[in-house]
């Protein structure tokens, strides 16, 4: 008798959507924890100059990174299986690391790659995967189309997320600039 009352109370619907509600919590959270993006550009430079600013360098250490940033070190074994790494510094001297391997290099298509912000230790704060695809566009322009996804391994990782769309735009803005003073 007692234990119908507290049923008929309304205390199963009110603990139905409490659990409703805990997992509309935990689904935005973990998609807080994943980002996808794309970005399509067209680039006053031929195809071949873009791709060698993305495999060499003395290139990718002039455009990679938000537009504050300067990269101090960049190496870059751009093969299948080759590594790759960066180190961007802010304005400020702090130094922020970059780095991942090559899984498909087809010059100058398509570059794929892996792409984790790591800490002073090198240990992965995001964890992301990175496809560039590089096609002749009207003349001696490029079309580039990026496609990257991350996930966070932090709990600071939604804020770097957020910020995601707008650093890759700043990165290829740098590019643009870098690879239309060269042409």
């Known amino acids: 008798e007692q234990r119908d009352g507290h049923v ?3 205390m199963e ?24 993006i794309e970005i ?5 430079a031929p195809r071949e100059l873009v791709y060698q600013a993305w495999t060499d360098p003395e290139h990718m250490t002039q455009w990679w ?12 074994d751009v093969r299948p299986g080759g590594a790759w790494q960066i180190v961007m510094r802010s304005p400020d001297g702090t130094d922020y690391g970059c780095k991942g391997i090559y899984s498909e290099v087809k010059p100058p298509e398509r570059l794929v790659f892996t792409n984790d912000a790591v800490d002073k230790e090198g240990q992965p704060l995001l964890k992301g995967f ?3 695809l ?20 932090v709990d600071f990782a939604p804020q770097m997320l957020k910020d995601m769309d707008q650093g890759w735009s700043q990165s ?11 042409h």
Do not use: Y
């Open 40 to 44: 399509v550009r067209i680039f006053d």
């Open 65 to 76: 990174g938000p537009k504050v940033f300067t990269n101090h070190s960049c190496k870059l």
């Open 8 to 10: 008929n109370s309304g």
């Open 130 to 132: 990175t496809t560039v």
């Open 134 to 153: 590089f096609e002749e566009h009207q003349g001696n322009k490029t079309k580039l189309t990026l496609q990257t996804r991350a996930e966070g391994l």
């Open 172 to 182: 290829l803005d740098k590019l643009a600039a870098h690879v239309s003073a060269v």
């Open 13 to 36: 619907s009110g603990a139905t959507e409490t659990f409703d509600r805990l997992n509309e919590i935990v689904t935005a959270q973990a998609t807080m924890m994943e980002r996808s």
